[in-house]
């Protein structure tokens, strides 16, 4: 008897280690990894002060509502795809579709020409450079740029 009581206070001093060991690494944690500041666009473009403010929290606000877009464009492909053997029309579904597309495309522009706006003309050569990375880069498809992008 004495020896399953030893055994039973032992498990649950184990068990409150456990948890606080899980809660201690949860809420200790650093707030981000120190790789991810070298590719923020800032730093690729060498802003510096309310410039590099400025597009700093534009990134955070664009890549959070993009991300809010994104779920939204994979629901609706998801959702299109259930259609497969039924005799439902997709056009409206399509329409809703591209018109995400049209959102996410407008608002990346808009974001990378108020960054444009934070820059010199040498850090704006580079963010042109940045985007036609970028395009060439995305989704393993490449994208003619326009001369005038150049």
């Not at 664009?62 to 464009?73: C, F, G, S, T």
């Not at 399509?94 to 040498?122: P, R, S, W």
């Not at 060439?136 to 001369?147: A, D, E, I, M």
Request: proline share 3%; charged share 30%.
């Amino acid at each position: 008897m004495n020896q399953a009581k030893f055994y039973k206070t032992l498990v649950i001093i184990l068990i409150l280690l456990n948890f606080g060991t899980v809660f201690s690494m949860w809420y200790n944690r650093p707030p981000h990894h120190p790789e991810r500041e070298k590719h923020k666009i800032s730093t690729i473009l060498q802003l510096e002060g309310d410039a590099k403010e400025t597009v700093d929290q534009l990134e955070i606000e664009h890549h959070k509502a993009k991300k809010q877009l994104m779920h939204e464009d994979r629901r609706m492909h998801n959702e299109l795809y259930l259609l497969i053997g039924k005799e439902a029309d997709p056009k409206g579904l399509l329409e809703d579709i591209h018109f995400n597309k049209v959102k996410i495309e407008a608002m990346t522009f808009k974001y990378f020409d108020n960054i444009g706006k934070q820059c010199n003309e040498e850090q704006l050569k580079e963010l042109k450079e940045f985007i036609k990375k970028a395009l060439h880069n995305l989704s393993g498809h490449s994208r003619k740029v326009p001369h005038s992008a150049r």
